[in-house]
């Protein structure tokens, strides 16, 4: 049947079948849900676990913006840092100097900062292999490390910087020694980013995304701007990244050079491996996983924790995430016997396993 | 005015010149076939017209303006697209995916990073038309790497299709497609809207001859003949040089 021959009342039925389907995509799975209203619930159930859970928030956070450039433009970076570093001084630097005294005005201020150094380093990254682009995001992060070392005068050098005041939020919540208003922040931050994220994903200009990542060639051949695609992408993350890293400024009213070291980036990348890119809630598992891990072994071996954290990494990147991925299936296949959706569809279709190194 | 034409458009590699020379005229609606045999700079040819590679020497003219530094993106929303000879797909999305994503860029709504994607009724409409069209809709929801060769040929025209060109370039459409997936190609191949110009690149003569009402022959990266089916296969040059060998097997 050609189309001339299709009228239009055969033609309406297919259509809204086709317009369900392309919507389902971007509904909210009972999972999704229930990974919200626990993540919040933990305010309530964790109390004295505040600190490291408002750490682990801004670490999801952060990896949340490297899994939108790897997981959904194939953009690998080991320079993440710049942004985080650049956003956590710039917040730092107004709160100490009484230039903007609002938290969530200069977070956001933070995060547009990020991202216009994210926007004019864009055009050094879209050109070259995978190896190219590692080595270019991490020399922009090291140069910046060394220009706050260089200009101690402001930014406090290796000492850090001392005497950032945040002033309570909205006027009234300050920040406390135990984390609990930094927690309720950062994690109310990490969703509302996560929730502009989504969007952006399952939008049309997110699915070009997804077709930029996979074949560069036939992207441009459809008419799709592959480079300011990219350029846009990366921008966005570098400013998701500013955000996360001034809000590790703001909850300790501190920052130190270590903003910019290659670990804080290279940290990321195990975060993304442990949690797979791809479906948004990697960065996220991956860092809950992380940093618990982390802390348990720490208690278990002070000295040697990262020899364990080394080994879970090996073990992980050889078991291979789709192997993992067929025991979840096979699990979620058992649960979808008694009629429950355990994991999103997403993390069975479109997960592809980390370009990682 | 012819709506494609390249003046003596030229390629070299280093030393080795792969097109030379050539002045390639397209007619607005034209079924036109671009022959030759293996390394006769076919697909140079087409990468040139497409924008993937950057002729060394000479000019490209679409409808009347000339393209030659225009880039490929800017091409196909001047009324050109293509396919591949390899199939260049987008494997992880599906075909109802990869067609809406087309759909989208045409209407110019590519950029827009709000609106969830299959929220718009126009753009729902067609990509079904398109699904139809090119007999994809039983796998429209499978990924695209899962779905059999011939399926996949359809989806690469199918592609190029809904950037609905004025002129299409066809890469090899048939190559390696297997028999019984052939006459689902051909038929679709042959459906194609009258009002689009088509320039087909084929290696298969029973396809050439039975589809294109014109035909040019490239050798050694230079057009060497140019004419009607009938002329070319008169012709006594192309049957030495090329088609002898092929129609007599």
């Not at chain 2, 140079?44 to 000479?58: Q, S």
């Not at chain 2, 390696?176 to 679709?188: C, I």
Request: glycine share 10%; proline share 4%; charged share 20%.
């Amino acid at each position: 049947m050609t189309v001339n021959t299709l009228n239009a009342k055969n033609l309406a039925a297919p259509a809204a079948n086709v317009s369900a389907y392309l919507k389902s995509r971007a509904r909210w799975s009972p999972f999704e849900i229930a990974f919200w209203v626990f993540a919040f619930a933990t305010i309530w159930l964790f109390p004295g676990k505040h600190l490291i859970l408002k750490d682990t928030a801004i670490l999801a956070l952060f990896a949340l913006s490297l899994d939108l450039i790897l997981g959904y433009a194939g953009i690998i970076s080991l320079g993440q840092a710049a942004f985080f570093g650049l956003a956590g001084y710039f917040a730092g630097l107004v709160a100490k100097y009484g230039i903007v005294n609002e938290p969530v005005v200069a977070l956001v201020l933070s995060g547009v900062v990020a991202a216009a150094l994210g926007f004019a380093t864009s055009f050094l990254v879209l050109r070259g292999s995978d190896l190219t682009r590692l080595m270019v995001t991490l020399g922009v992060s090291l140069m910046l490390g060394e220009v706050a070392n260089r200009y101690s005068n402001i930014t406090g050098g290796a000492d850090g910087l001392q005497g950032v005041d945040i002033e309570p939020l909205f006027g009234r919540f300050r920040f406390d020694l135990y984390g609990h208003n930094g927690y309720v922040y950062c994690l109310s931050v990490l969703f509302v980013c996560f929730v502009i994220v989504r969007r952006i994903v399952y939008s049309p200009f997110g699915l070009s995304l997804r077709a930029v990542k996979g074949n560069p060639l036939r992207a441009a051949a459809i008419g799709i701007p592959v480079k300011w695609r990219l350029v846009a992408i990366y921008t966005v993350s570098a400013g998701i990244a500013g955000i996360a890293g001034a809000l590790l400024t703001q909850t300790t009213a501190f920052c130190s050079l270590d903003v910019f070291s290659l670990e804080r980036s290279a940290d990321l990348l195990l975060v993304l491996i442990i949690g797979g890119t791809g479906y948004l809630y990697g960065g996220l598992i991956g860092a809950v996983i992380y940093k618990f891990l982390q802390d348990w072994i720490a208690n278990l071996t002070p000295q040697y924790w990262q020899f364990w954290i080394g080994l879970v990494l090996v073990v992980l990147v050889l078991i291979g995430r789709d192997r993992m991925r067929n025991w979840i299936g096979t699990v979620r296949g058992a649960v979808a016997g008694v009629g429950v959706r355990l994991l999103p569809r997403s993390i069975t279709l479109g997960g592809a396993a980390p370009d990682g190194p | 005015m012819p709506i494609l034409e390249t003046i003596r458009l030229e390629k070299r590699f280093g030393g080795i010149t792969a097109n030379h020379d050539v002045n390639l005229v397209v007619e607005k609606g034209a079924r036109h076939a671009l022959i030759g045999p293996n390394g006769a700079g076919k697909t140079t040819l087409i990468n040139m017209l497409t924008g993937v590679l950057k002729p060394t020497a000479g000019r490209i003219m679409l409808e009347g303006r000339d393209i030659t530094d225009v880039v490929p993106h800017e091409r196909v929303r001047l009324g050109m697209a293509r396919t591949f000879q390899i199939n260049q797909l987008f494997l992880d999305l599906t075909p109802l995916e990869s067609i809406g994503l087309v759909v989208s860029e045409r209407l110019g709504l590519g950029a827009d990073w709000w609106r969830v994607v299959g929220t718009r009724s126009s753009v729902t409409d067609e990509i079904v038309e398109v699904v139809e069209r090119f007999r994809l809709t039983d796998v429209m929801h499978e990924r695209t790497a899962r779905l059999p060769y011939g399926k996949q040929r359809l989806l690469e025209i199918a592609l190029a299709f809904t950037c609905r060109p004025r002129v299409l370039l066809l890469d090899e459409p048939a190559a390696g497609v297997p028999e019984a997936e052939r006459h689902e190609l051909l038929a679709t191949i042959e459906a194609l809207p009258a009002e689009v110009t088509v320039l087909l690149i084929e290696h298969d003569m029973d396809l050439v001859f039975s589809f294109a009402d014109r035909i040019s022959v490239l050798v050694n990266g230079s057009l060497f003949v140019d004419g009607a089916p009938e002329e070319v296969a008169r012709d006594p040059r192309v049957k030495a040089v090329y088609l002898g060998e092929e129609l007599d097997a």
